[in-house]
T-cell receptor, first 116, second 117 residues
Framework: DTGVSQDPRHKITKRGQNVTFRCDPISEHNRLYWYRQTLGQGPEFLTY????????KSRLLSDRFSAERPKGSFSTLEIQRTEQGDSAMYLC??????????????FGSGTQLSVL | AQTVTQSQPEMSVQEAETVTLSCTYD???????LFWYKQPPSRQMILVIRQEAYKQQNATENRFSVNFQKAAKSFSLKISDSQLGDAAMYFCAYRSPSGGSNYKLTFGKGTLLTVNP
């Protein structure tokens, strides 16, 4: 168990460029979440997968954002035509469903995106 | 929609002393879960303690304990015998069971805790 891994750790891009982040959850975890954390704020929920199915999307996730989890393992989050307001840390988390109150969420260390 | 408020942007404590971080929340639900997460400079969110709203007994985890006041919608975190490694951003979070079985959390803005040697 190596924990939740996110790549890259930092990304600097110019406005208008596309970026893609990757998240590798804990291997047996079937639920995967993306959160966004801006400076001075707590994380905000973006989207959630159970296995390969994307079951919920926040209104924060505009049409420029797309997330996939093609084989129910790793996930990617793509932002098209980046804007300066997209600058934030993007956190991935995973959990194992079916444990009821004992289900725990494990977070990665995030990808810090800076849009110039 | 549920909201979580942390009214203390920053707190400081002397090593070995006790500190209490405040959190209030707003909800119309009767059953829910509350959490405190720690985010050190490494940025990884780490679960500190969890409380189920249907449990009257306050949760404790070693030096960490909560004071859960359901009627007042208050959920404070007490750290006893503070250690230098406790220095971090602390987030209070709410989980609604009514949104399905997923683990979507609503976070407060956080409290930055400094531990002075």
């Amino acid at each position: 168990d190596t924990g939740v891994s996110q790549d890259p750790r930092h990304k600097i891009t110019k406005r208008g460029q596309n970026v893609t982040f990757r998240c590798d959850p804990i291997s047996e975890h079937n639920r995967l979440y993306w959160y966004r954390q801006t400076l001075g704020q707590g994380p905000e929920f973006l989207t959630y997968f159970q296995n390969e199915a994307q079951l919920e999307k926040s209104r924060l996730l505009s049409d420029r954002f797309s997330a996939e989890r093609p084989k129910g393992s790793f996930s990617t989050l793509e932002i098209q035509r980046t804007e300066q307001g997209d600058s934030a840390m993007y956190l991935c988390a995973s959990s194992l469903a079916g444990l009821g109150v004992n289900e725990k969420l494990f977070f990665g260390s995030g990808t810090q995106l800076s849009v110039l | 929609a549920q909201t979580v408020t942390q009214s203390q942007p920053e707190m400081s404590v002397q090593e070995a002393e006790t500190v209490t971080l405040s959190c209030t929340y707003d909800t119309s639900e009767s059953d829910y879960y509350l959490f405190w997460y720690k985010q050190p400079p490494s940025r990884q969110m780490i679960l500190v303690i969890r409380q189920e709203a249907y449990k009257q007994q306050n949760a404790t985890e070693n030096r960490f304990s909560v004071n859960f006041q359901k009627a007042a919608k208050s959920f404070s975190l007490k750290i006893s015998d503070s250690q230098l490694g406790d220095a971090a951003m602390y987030f209070c979070a709410y989980r609604s069971p009514s949104g399905g079985s997923n683990y979507k959390l609503t976070f407060g803005k956080g409290t930055l805790l400094t531990v002075n040697p």
